[in-house]
């Protein structure tokens, strides 16, 4: 996952523009993650405009912030590039699948459905990523580019424990 330098407010102004984009191409967005995403982030702008920055990760919590800043910036950059792809390439389901879940992946239970949102999001976001640099995605069944006439496939594995590293290498 890449750096960014972007304020509150344009990360606001991109979660809004992210989720018109959701519902355009008919994935339905309310009451979703990204809806939260966009109140957590409203908030932290407000209370940035009359406390500190420490003084507003004293009341929000690092670890807090950080997974709504991070997922943030996902679900902007997956709106972002995929507006780009034709129509019938967009991956719908997968888009619905990335909205439900936890906020906090420690609220997650790997035995459990509750990981396939977050699973999905880490596929998505490489996708974009990916066609950030010049590689679109072609196909979603993990992530496929083409390059230079080639398929490339991308096997997308979130680990949740250092036991199944033998068994996703």
């Known amino acids: 996952m890449p750096f960014s330098y972007a304020t509150f407010d344009e990360i606001s102004s991109r979660l809004a523009a992210a989720r018109k ?8 967005v309310e009451g979703s993650r990204l809806e939260r995403l ?17 003084e507003a990760v004293a009341k929000w919590g690092e670890k807090e912030t950080y997974w709504a800043l991070s997922d943030a910036r996902a679900f902007c950059e997956i709106a972002e590039q995929f507006s780009s792809l034709p ?3 967009l991956p719908r389901r997968k888009l619905a699948t990335i909205l439900i879940g936890p906020l906090d992946p420690l609220e997650e239970d ?25 590689l679109p995605p072609v196909g979603f069944d993990d992530v496929r580019v083409d390059f230079e006439g080639r398929d490339l496939w991308f096997e997308c594995k979130r680990i949740h424990s250092s036991k199944q590293v033998p068994d996703h290498v």
């Open 87 to 89: 129509s019938h390439l």
């Open 38 to 54: 966009q109140g957590i982030v409203a908030n932290l702008v407000e209370d940035l405009s009359t406390l500190s920055p420490e």
């Open 21 to 28: 984009w959701f519902e355009s191409v008919g994935v339905r």
């Open 110 to 134: 790997p035995r459990t459905p509750s990981v396939q949102a977050r699973n999905t999001l880490a596929e998505l976001e490489l996708a974009a990523d990916l066609s950030e640099k010049g």
